[in-house]
């Protein structure tokens, strides 16, 4: 599907039908993830299916709902679950919500992911500050800006080189630091999934630099850049690198993973809230 500024602004105009702020800072929200948008003050909540044209989340773990309020002095508009691409979705309707944000006028997205672990240091419940990403989906053909440019949104060729804004990474470290919060840093790799990866796969990702894995986050990053949003982005280990195959990855470990993830990402996300 090509996505036209016409499909985009009648998603934005329908929901600005329904709030009386002005969103500044977008946040997705990954699997099992999505109890941080249970502190959004006064919020106006919004189903998918309620959007023209607004893809609908089918994964366990996501609520499939826009919370659109106030949180630390901060107008959010957050993802209550998101859109992947294994779900039949393509990279344009993947990438559709980071697109209307911007035409919402959202400066900041940031991204959370239930990852797996590549670096065998980190351990389910961890959390990983993503500091550069690897997009290997795009390597092999599907990278969300292919097809006409939309230059009302942002230039042909877009730089990557700081995908993950670096003032809003060094906020993020002073929080941690501040509440005596570990936070790993490391390379986040996006596959397509929905099969877990084999221990090759893992040990390939492991050579080429990559810490963390999991099969979204890349696509809406790459568009959000492309529209001159910043990014701000963290992984929620939720299961131990399964190198040498002797483990098994189950998707309700992935949710449970989530309970302890949740209030530390609360922690972190609120801190840099509180600090911009």
């Known amino acids: 599907m090509q996505l036209t500024l016409e499909m985009i602004d009648r998603v934005a105009g329908f ?5 009386k ?5 977008g946040l997705i929200l990954g699997t099992g993830l999505g109890g941080l948008a249970q502190a959004i003050q006064q919020p106006a909540i919004i189903p998918y299916s309620e959007m023209p044209g607004w893809p609908v989340s089918t994964v366990q773990g996501h609520t499939g ?20 691409y294994y779900e039949g979705y393509d990279m344009a309707q ?4 980071v697109r209307v944000m911007q035409r919402l006028g959202i400066e900041i997205l940031i991204v959370t992911n239930a990852a797996g672990a590549i670096n065998p240091d980190f351990i389910p419940g961890d959390v990983m500050l993503i500091t550069d990403q690897l997009n290997l989906v795009g ?16 230039l042909r060729f877009t730089d990557m080189s700081q995908a993950y804004d670096r003032g ?16 790993h840093e490391g390379v986040y790799v996006g596959l397509s999934g929905p099969s877990f990866e084999s221990p090759a796969d893992l040990r390939f990702l492991r050579l080429a630099g990559a810490d963390s894995v999991g099969m979204s986050t890349v696509p809406e990053v790459i568009v ?13 280990i939720s299961n131990k690198a399964n190198l040498d195959g002797n483990t098994v990855t189950s998707h309700e470990e992935v949710l449970a993973s989530g309970a302890v993830i949740v209030p530390k ?7 840099v809230l509180q600090a911009l």
């Open 15 to 19: 929901i600005r039908t329904k709030i």
């Open 21 to 25: 702020i002005q969103p500044r800072i």
């Open 65 to 84: 709902r826009l919370v659109l309020g106030e949180l630390d002095g901060q107008s959010l508009m957050v993802m209550q679950g998101r859109i992947h």
């Open 94 to 97: 993947v990438t559709l919500p």
């Open 139 to 154: 390597m092999t053909g599907l990278n969300p800006l292919i097809g006409p440019n939309l230059d009302e949104l942002g």
């Open 168 to 183: 809003l990474c060094e906020l993020a470290r002073k929080v941690a630091r501040d509440n005596k919060l570990a936070l």
């Open 224 to 236: 959000a850049r492309h529209g001159g949003i910043r990014v701000l982005g963290f992984s929620g």
């Open 265 to 271: 990402l609360q922690t972190l996300i609120r801190g």
